[in-house]
């Protein structure tokens, strides 16, 4: 039987009279099945009055006479009394964090009715104790002096707060009065306090008190496994409990070990494939039954993949929990809005950082309001390289959106700001279709409430802070906040959090991220108190909270006939989110407490993403195959051609790619570019001049301010003084001079980022080839080929190279991508006639990366160990190659397809539209 069931079943064989009788549970959900369960008692056959129902704090407010204000009320009535306390207080910037701790505290120490005076005095002896070998400093004197405050603080604060009959909930049970015949307590005559567990010692005082007066009847929810055993944290706040008893208790029930149940604990690749899990069981369940039926979510990130998992055989659902508003869109428009105007000036005065506007921008509550205009701004920017841009170029959107991006200097003008985005985004909803945007009209409402409700308050007390710290004020606000669905709590599906699981049962419970982290939760909550002071004053801590969530989680399954955990098998990046430990308890302990247990472990089984029928297949038609014919092919295009056929098609047959994005640093392309640009203009004057020591000083010497020009025409307005574009510019100039150090005297550079082009007539048809050289030069010897590399260099050899088959010559291309860049520079170079015949080739690739060591420049090698190549030969070499390229390159039979080399798919900007991210 359900344990509120039970209750009202011995309620009604006591023959109380409801009408003079108050129900206190756990929570406000917990009467309202206790309501539920009167109305369905056994031989109910004449209406009867209902009891009233509370929970523990309604009920503590309903018999005190203090006023319950929230935390963000008691943060602002603290500070005026903070200021008064504190010789030199902080400016509310400062201030706001630790208020919201001390907050809390002082709440715990009325809770567990704490010695104050002994607590106190413990802290500011702690803090002498701790900073002695600190010495006399004046941090030092500060953080002792804190220390002693914080008692002047605690009964200044409360004295206020009482003397308006206001505050907080450990300080209304504090101030309830010992005489429990008092008029608070006449109107009724028997007072139920029904499946508690964690009481504090505020609270167990006012329960005993009552039970002694004669008006109080406890009812709990104990089992005896975890009772009886003392190694078990879901009953250790029973067994501390005095006023619990053996013999007398009602109810030590013996259900986890004896009543039939069955649990099925199954492991999961990920959140989202977890909810797909539970909506497959629970769409292959033959006797469904609805109303039985509790899902419950640890994690309340996980409710709406849950909800769109769930079957549609499943008509009726009721979620209790609220969804967080910290999860939605509109969140998310927010905090961009406030990066950007906290951001506003980071290049120029007046400015806004592109990143930050572009968010904003391309946010799908703005980009509908504004779509032209977005696209030619962020066109411009894009054009520009404009990695902030002024208020000017953005006047066209504030006549659109107005104030979006007028500058604030002022947390009223904040406000203001996002008040009047709020309003405009609701007008938008309104013009549309508002019933398909309930939620987000919901959300703007309860937006709008807190954001005046938080300027309310730094007007009346008279708070001036920044914009930061409103930030921070109004993240606190609506992270705490969450938006309650809309249905029937008592039929149907019910989806709800652990917290609200409290003194309900259920026959079929599914608990999903049974995950260490997340059930127990991860420790939270920041304090002033150091643990050891907390464990002997009786404050909860992290043990405590660990028993909170035990018990919660057993409770659940004590009556419930079939149990399904569901636990996610991915680990973070530390190693953590291992399986719950309460997963390893069910395992090893209370499987083999009975015969009534049985449990089942598994690990969900997930079909393969990839298949045979999944490959992406393009067959070259008569219109590519004279594409292909037509186009001029770099080393580049054809080097992607041997790496994933798909991406050549899709770069340099249907013209795609990845859109340009303003950069505020240098990415590594861009880093690249500067680079080979820096050199080139410092060697283009000495073009066929043998380079004299005179010559190297002087590119030495114009190598600075070349550096910095340069990166200043391809990053735009990127500020140089500072920041990631101060270091990535330091590192260029670092290694062109590393790379000078090295040069010869009486070297003759013949060309620099020339471009070359020929046509070759290979065995499936002529190829035009084009490509741009980065440098060649020669000692009057050999002619270098060179082309610059940033990152790493691997080997460029290839053995036995006259020996491969076309096949083998393919895959050979494929691991030494260089290798065919090379042989095309050679070819290029000797159909060219710009290299003196005579001269043999060295064709290489330079890496900046290992020039420090000596080892920048790698030379192909053909199998035979030499670096220098005879032009006859090594146009042959090239020829050969291209012929394998273009032999299925031209084959109409063979279809442009994905790479089976997935490694390739890392970088590949298509990743997604195969399916292989």
């Given at each position: 039987?359900?344990?509120?069931?039970?209750?009202?079943?011995?309620?009604?064989?006591?023959?109380?009279?409801?009408?003079?009788?108050?129900?206190?549970?756990?929570?406000?959900?917990?009467?309202?099945?206790?309501?539920?369960?009167?109305?369905?008692?056994?031989?109910?056959?004449?209406?009867?009055?209902?009891?009233?129902?509370?929970?523990?704090?309604?009920?503590?407010?309903?018999?005190?006479?203090?006023?319950?204000?929230?935390?963000?009320?008691?943060?602002?009535?603290?500070?005026?009394?903070?200021?008064?306390?504190?010789?030199?207080?902080?400016?509310?910037?400062?201030?706001?964090?630790?208020?919201?701790?001390?907050?809390?505290?002082?709440?715990?120490?009325?809770?567990?009715?704490?010695?104050?005076?002994?607590?106190?005095?413990?802290?500011?002896?702690?803090?002498?104790?701790?900073?002695e070998s600190a010495g006399n400093t004046p941090m030092v004197n500060e953080f002792i002096r804190f220390a002693g405050a914080l008692?002047?603080?605690?009964?200044?604060?409360?004295?206020?707060?009482?003397?308006?009959?206001?505050?907080?909930?450990?300080?209304?049970?504090?101030?309830?009065?010992?005489?429990?015949?008092?008029?608070?307590?006449?109107?009724?005559?028997?007072?139920?306090?029904?499946?508690?567990?964690?009481?504090?010692?505020?609270?167990?005082?006012?329960?005993?008190?009552?039970?002694?007066?004669?008006?109080?009847?406890?009812?709990?929810?104990?089992?005896?496994?975890?009772?009886?055993?003392?190694?078990?944290?879901?009953?250790?706040?029973?067994?501390?409990?005095?006023?619990?008893?053996?013999?007398?208790?009602?109810?030590?029930?013996?259900?986890?070990?004896?009543?039939?149940?069955?649990?099925?604990?199954?492991?999961?690749?990920?959140?989202?494939?977890?909810?797909?899990?539970?909506?497959?069981?629970?769409?292959?369940?033959?006797?469904?039954?609805?109303?039985?039926?509790?899902?419950?979510?640890?994690?309340?990130?996980?409710?709406?993949?849950?909800?769109?998992?769930?079957?549609?055989?499943?008509?009726?659902?009721?979620?209790?929990?609220?969804?967080?508003?910290?999860?939605?869109?509109?969140?998310?428009?927010?905090?961009?809005?406030?990066?950007?105007?906290?951001?506003?000036?980071?290049?120029?005065?007046?400015?806004?950082?592109?990143?930050?506007?572009?968010?904003?921008?391309?946010?799908?509550?703005?980009?509908?309001?504004?779509?032209?205009?977005?696209?030619?701004?962020?066109?411009?920017?894009?054009?520009?390289?404009?990695?902030?841009?002024?208020?000017?170029?953005?006047?066209?959107?504030?006549?659109?959106?107005?104030?979006?991006?007028?500058?604030?200097?002022?947390?009223?003008?904040?406000?203001?700001?996002?008040?009047?985005?709020?309003?405009?985004?609701?007008?938008?909803?309104?013009?549309?279709?508002?019933?398909?945007?309930?939620?987000?009209?919901?959300?703007?409402?309860?937006?709008?409430?807190?954001?005046?409700?938080?300027?309310?308050?730094?007007?009346?007390?008279?708070?001036?802070?920044?914009?930061?710290?409103?930030?921070?004020?109004?993240?606190?606000?609506?992270?705490?906040?969450?938006?309650?669905?809309?249905?029937?709590?008592?039929?149907?599906?019910?989806?709800?959090?652990?917290?609200?699981?409290?003194?309900?049962?259920?026959?079929?419970?599914?608990?999903?991220?049974?995950?260490?982290?997340?059930?127990?939760?991860?420790?939270?909550?920041?304090?002033?108190?150091?643990?050891?002071?907390?464990?002997?004053?009786?404050?909860?801590?992290?043990?405590?909270?660990?028993?909170?969530?035990?018990?919660?989680?057993?409770?659940?399954?004590?009556?419930?006939?079939?149990?399904?955990?569901?636990?996610?098998?991915?680990?973070?990046?530390?190693?953590?989110?291992?399986?719950?430990?309460?997963?390893?308890?069910?395992?090893?302990?209370?499987?083999?407490?009975?015969?009534?247990?049985?449990?089942?472990?598994?690990?969900?089984?997930?079909?393969?993403?990839?298949?045979?029928?999944?490959?992406?297949?393009?067959?070259?038609?008569?219109?590519?195959?004279?594409?292909?014919?037509?186009?001029?092919?770099?080393?580049?295009?054809?080097?992607?051609?041997?790496?994933?056929?798909?991406?050549?098609?899709?770069?340099?047959?249907?013209?795609?790619?990845?859109?340009?994005?303003?950069?505020?640093?240098?990415?590594?392309?861009?880093?690249?570019?500067?680079?080979?640009?820096?050199?080139?203009?410092?060697?283009?004057?000495?073009?066929?001049?043998?380079?004299?020591?005179?010559?190297?000083?002087?590119?030495?010497?114009?190598?600075?301010?070349?550096?910095?020009?340069?990166?200043?025409?391809?990053?735009?307005?990127?500020?140089?003084?500072?920041?990631?574009?101060?270091?990535?510019?330091?590192?260029?100039?670092?290694?062109?001079?590393?790379?000078?150090?090295?040069?010869?005297?009486?070297?003759?550079?013949?060309?620099?980022?020339?471009?070359?082009?020929?046509?070759?007539?290979?065995?499936?048809?002529?190829?035009?080839?084009?490509?741009?050289?980065?440098?060649?030069?020669?000692?009057?010897?050999?002619?270098?080929?060179?082309?610059?590399?940033?990152?790493?260099?691997?080997?460029?050899?290839?053995?036995?190279?006259?020996?491969?088959?076309?096949?083998?010559?393919?895959?050979?291309?494929?691991?030494?991508?260089?290798?065919?860049?090379?042989?095309?520079?050679?070819?290029?170079?000797?159909?060219?006639?710009?290299?003196?015949?005579?001269?043999?080739?060295?064709?290489?690739?330079?890496?900046?990366?290992?020039?420090?060591?000596?080892?920048?420049?790698?030379?192909?090698?053909?199998?035979?160990?030499?670096?220098?190549?005879?032009?006859?030969?090594?146009?042959?070499?090239?020829?050969?190659?291209?012929?394998?390229?273009?032999?299925?390159?031209?084959?109409?039979?063979?279809?442009?397809?994905?790479?089976?080399?997935?490694?390739?798919?890392?970088?590949?900007?298509?990743?997604?539209?195969?399916?292989?991210?």
């Amino acid at each position: 039987m359900e344990f509120l069931r039970r209750v009202v079943s011995d309620l009604n064989g006591r023959g109380i009279d409801l009408k003079r009788t108050a129900v206190v549970t756990p929570s406000r959900r917990a009467g309202l099945f206790l309501k539920k369960y009167l109305y369905d008692r056994e031989g109910a056959s004449n209406p009867v009055w209902l009891p009233d129902r509370f929970s523990i704090q309604d009920f503590v407010a309903a018999v005190s006479r203090i006023t319950l204000l929230d935390h963000l009320s008691l943060v602002f009535k603290l500070y005026p009394v903070y200021r008064a306390v504190f010789n030199s207080p902080r400016p509310f910037d400062a201030y706001y964090q630790w208020g919201s701790i001390v907050i809390s505290d002082f709440n715990e120490i009325d809770l567990c009715l704490c010695d104050r005076g002994t607590l106190f005095e413990k802290l500011q002896n702690l803090s002498r104790i701790g900073t002695e070998s600190a010495g006399n400093t004046p941090m030092v004197n500060e953080f002792i002096r804190f220390a002693g405050a914080l008692k002047d603080l605690y009964f200044s604060f409360t004295s206020r707060l009482l003397e308006t009959r206001e505050g907080y909930y450990g300080l209304a049970l504090r101030e309830i009065p010992g005489d429990f015949d008092a008029d608070r307590f006449s109107r009724w005559d028997t007072i139920v306090f029904a499946g508690f567990n964690a009481l504090t010692a505020g609270e167990q005082t006012l329960i005993a008190g009552l039970e002694e007066a004669g008006k109080a009847l406890v009812y709990w929810d104990i089992d005896a496994w975890f009772y009886d055993n003392d190694a078990q944290e879901a009953g250790r706040f029973f067994r501390k409990n005095p006023r619990i008893d053996r013999s007398t208790a009602s109810w030590i029930d013996d259900d986890l070990r004896t009543l039939p149940k069955t649990i099925s604990i199954t492991g999961t690749a990920g959140r989202a494939g977890m909810a797909k899990v539970l909506g497959s069981l629970l769409a292959e369940e033959e006797q469904f039954a609805q109303d039985d039926t509790a899902v419950i979510l640890p994690d309340e990130t996980l409710l709406f993949p849950v909800l769109h998992s769930l079957p549609d055989r499943i008509s009726r659902i009721n979620v209790t929990m609220g969804y967080p508003l910290k999860y939605t869109a509109l969140y998310n428009l927010v905090e961009a809005v406030f990066d950007m105007h906290i951001d506003a000036g980071g290049g120029s005065e007046g400015a806004f950082r592109y990143a930050s506007v572009a968010a904003v921008l391309r946010h799908p509550y703005i980009y509908p309001m504004a779509e032209e205009a977005v696209e030619e701004i962020l066109a411009l920017s894009r054009d520009q390289q404009l990695a902030f841009l002024q208020q000017d170029l953005l006047q066209p959107l504030n006549r659109l959106i107005p104030g979006l991006f007028e500058p604030v200097s002022a947390t009223g003008d904040m406000v203001a700001l996002i008040s009047n985005l709020l309003r405009q985004i609701a007008s938008w909803i309104e013009a549309g279709d508002p019933e398909q945007h309930l939620f987000e009209i919901e959300y703007l409402f309860q937006f709008m409430t807190r954001l005046q409700r938080i300027a309310g308050f730094l007007e009346d007390y008279e708070v001036h802070t920044d914009i930061p710290t409103f930030r921070r004020l109004f993240r606190d606000v609506i992270q705490s906040t969450s938006v309650p669905f809309i249905g029937e709590p008592l039929h149907g599906l019910q989806i709800m959090g652990l917290l609200e699981t409290r003194s309900l049962d259920f026959k079929h419970v599914i608990i999903l991220s049974v995950n260490e982290g997340i059930l127990p939760a991860a420790q939270a909550g920041e304090t002033y108190i150091p643990n050891d002071v907390r464990e002997d004053a009786g404050m909860p801590t992290s043990l405590h909270q660990d028993a909170v969530y035990a018990y919660y989680f057993y409770r659940l399954l004590k009556r419930a006939e079939k149990v399904t955990i569901l636990y996610n098998t991915v680990h973070d990046s530390f190693g953590k989110g291992e399986k719950s430990r309460f997963i390893e308890q069910i395992l090893h302990e209370l499987a083999s407490a009975g015969p009534a247990v049985t449990v089942r472990e598994t690990i969900a089984s997930i079909e393969p993403v990839f298949d045979a029928a999944a490959e992406i297949v393009i067959p070259k038609s008569e219109e590519i195959m004279a594409l292909l014919a037509s186009r001029h092919y770099s080393p580049t295009s054809l080097q992607t051609y041997l790496n994933c056929s798909l991406r050549f098609y899709f770069t340099y047959i249907l013209g795609l790619a990845r859109e340009d994005d303003v950069l505020e640093t240098a990415d590594a392309s861009v880093f690249g570019t500067i680079l080979h640009e820096v050199l080139n203009r410092l060697y283009r004057p000495l073009l066929k001049k043998p380079l004299t020591t005179e010559h190297i000083s002087d590119m030495k010497e114009r190598a600075t301010g070349l550096v910095s020009e340069i990166y200043r025409e391809k990053m735009g307005t990127a500020d140089l003084a500072r920041g990631k574009n101060y270091l990535y510019r330091e590192i260029i100039e670092t290694l062109v001079l590393e790379y000078l150090e090295g040069e010869r005297p009486g070297l003759t550079v013949l060309s620099t980022e020339e471009r070359f082009s020929a046509v070759y007539e290979s065995a499936s048809g002529p190829i035009s080839l084009l490509g741009y050289i980065d440098r060649i030069q020669t000692d009057g010897t050999a002619a270098d080929l060179i082309d610059f590399k940033t990152g790493t260099v691997s080997s460029l050899a290839i053995s036995s190279f006259a020996d491969l088959s076309s096949d083998q010559l393919r895959e050979k291309l494929r691991e030494k991508s260089g290798v065919l860049q090379l042989l095309i520079y050679c070819l290029l170079t000797c159909r060219s006639g710009r290299v003196d015949s005579r001269l043999d080739l060295r064709p290489c690739l330079y890496s900046f990366r290992t020039q420090r060591e000596g080892k920048g420049a790698r030379f192909l090698d053909l199998g035979d160990g030499a670096a220098r190549l005879r032009p006859k030969a090594a146009a042959a070499a090239a020829g050969r190659v291209l012929d394998a390229v273009c032999e299925p390159l031209f084959d109409p039979d063979d279809p442009f397809r994905q790479t089976a080399d997935r490694p390739v798919c890392a970088y590949c900007p298509f990743v997604t539209v195969c399916g292989r991210q």
